[in-house]
């Protein structure tokens, strides 16, 4: 699925550079799943904030409706995003990789402990979607991460090492889940992880280790101790 070119000025920022594209849908198709109002006020009541950004970005003074679905955009400080949330129940969301318009970061990179708490955010949102009981009885989660090639693993806490350079070379990464909505609403923070290590990997980074450190962030992230 691609968004219609209705904001092509923040759609083409997004493109520019580094981007995520995040589709969560029902396992079956219902036209109007839901009312156009209510589009609003799930997306408003199941918005995860666990640091200073919330996701996704809801905004009602940017927040715009078509035909079935409730659309919202952002552009500030490098966070730059469009969502739509279908009537059907299907959610659709493209946004910046932060790493590329922040100049404290390494040019090019992908900041292991953000992309943890972003992984965390979508599988958390996705389980407050399912807890409203609005992805049916099984959900497909979508995640593309695109502007990866040459991109190389990064981090910005001095207490840690990634002791070598891990490096992507493909243009996009791709992964789907289609699961139980039962077990998302159990297992999803550790579906995040998963996703989180399976990413890693397609940089070159396969220590055996990684799950259980990113685990302990995760935690803590979790219970608002970042």
């Known amino acids: 699925m691609t968004l219609t070119k209705d904001r092509p000025e923040i759609l083409a920022k997004i493109e520019s550079k580094g981007h995520w594209v995040v589709n969560i849908r029902p396992d079956r198709f219902v036209q109007e799943r839901i009312t156009l109002p209510e589009c609003e006020e799930v997306i408003e009541k199941s918005s995860v904030m666990l640091r200073g950004w919330d996701y996704p970005h809801f905004n009602r003074n940017n927040l715009t409706r078509g035909l079935n679905y409730a659309q919202?955009?952002?552009?500030?400080?490098?966070?730059?995003?469009?969502?739509?949330?279908?009537?059907?129940?299907?959610?659709?969301?493209?946004?910046?990789?932060?790493?590329?318009?922040?100049?404290?970061?390494?040019?090019?990179?992908?900041?292991?402990?953000?992309?943890?708490?972003?992984?965390?955010?979508?599988?958390?949102?996705?389980?407050?979607?399912?807890?409203?009981?609005?992805?049916?009885?099984?959900?497909?989660?979508?995640?593309?991460?695109?502007?990866?090639?040459?991109r190389r693993l990064a981090t910005l806490d001095?207490?840690?090492?990634?002791?070598?350079?891990?490096?992507?070379?493909?243009?996009?990464?791709?992964?789907?889940?289609?699961?139980?909505t039962t077990d998302l609403i159990s297992h999803g923070h550790d579906m995040a992880l998963d996703t989180t290590v399976w990413i890693f990997q397609r940089f070159g980074w396969m220590s055996t280790d990684v799950k259980s450190v990113m685990a302990s962030d995760q935690q803590r992230f979790l219970k608002g101790l970042i």
């Open 72 to 150: 919202c955009v952002a552009d500030f400080w490098g966070h730059i995003e469009l969502w739509r949330y279908f009537q059907s129940g299907q959610f659709f969301h493209k946004f910046s990789c932060v790493e590329d318009w922040d100049a404290k970061m390494p040019q090019n990179s992908l900041e292991i402990i953000m992309t943890l708490y972003r992984l965390t955010e979508i599988f958390e949102f996705a389980i407050r979607l399912a807890k409203k009981e609005l992805l049916g009885s099984n959900v497909t989660i979508n995640i593309v991460l695109n502007g990866m090639q040459n």
């Open 158 to 180: 001095f207490g840690r090492s990634l002791f070598r350079d891990y490096e992507c070379t493909l243009p996009s990464l791709p992964i789907s889940k289609t699961v139980p």
